[in-house]
């Protein structure tokens, strides 16, 4: 990443040089193979950065690089990522659907949630997606296990559309529990339980009504800032009830679990309204 500074040198490559030293110092060798430098924002220059005079390679404009389990590209649009794990997840999902012969849709749900789920879970409130292919990518994974799951309990019978299927076998859909993931993270923000930086993404305005909070979103300029995390979930967390915002980030969590979020469907972003209405 790029800050400007009026030094010559940049800040990371005398953090870099700083490191070096210390491994050097203490017998460790670094994998240089095994480093990379993924450019952000249009005026970034793409300064050149060197270990041990050798030029670190950059990440290109066609790939991304994976750090803790997400994988990143230069325009932060997540549609790389997205088809990593549904690739992973699709291919658990049909292991799983033939390697176990039950026909107690119990089990095999839980197998789904169990294993399944997770991989396209994990960190969700970071890549949280808004383009419809990709929600839609993701949720094909649990409607194709949905569907194979009710074609071997009822071979004889027509398949019924996505949200009987969900209903049928109590499932939620994955486009729904990532919205709760957001609120569940951002609530804990709100009440101080976690204490990351939302550079300004939104302000909150104490009423003269007692326990009364008033959410404010801002404007962005770029669509990277307007899906990201403090700015999409500030959005939707504002017509949460008052009692919730009110409540220990615990009695949220599980409030949450029974809260219907499409009751406010008039009052959600437009592109968030088609796939409540879908689900």
Partial sequence: MFFKNRVNESPLQIFINKF?????????????EKCSVLYLGNSN???KYFINDIVIPQISSEDSVRDLGIHFSHDLKWDKHINIITRKAIRCSYSIFK?????????????????????????????NPHLDKDIK???????????????????KTELPEYHDLLYYFKQESLFYRRIKADLNLFHQHVCGTITIKNNNSYFISKANTRGFQNIITIA??????????????ARIYKFIPQHMRNSTPEHFSRLLVTFDISQFIDSLPNHLKRHFCNF
């Fill in 20 to 32: 070096t030293e210390y491994c050097h110092l203490n017998g460790l060798k670094i994998a240089i």
């Fill in 45 to 47: 220059p793409s300064t």
């Fill in 99 to 127: 390697s176990i012969k039950s026909r107690n849709p119990k089990i095999l749900t839980n197998l789904f949630n169990i294993y399944v789920r997770p991989i396209l879970e994990f960190s969700s409130s970071v890549f």
């Fill in 137 to 155: 990518s993701i949720e094909k994974v649990q409607k194709d296990f949905l569907r194979w799951v009710f074609r071997r309990i009822n071979p």
């Fill in 220 to 233: 962005c300029n770029t669509k990277a800032r307007f899906h990201s995390f403090f700015v999409r979930t």
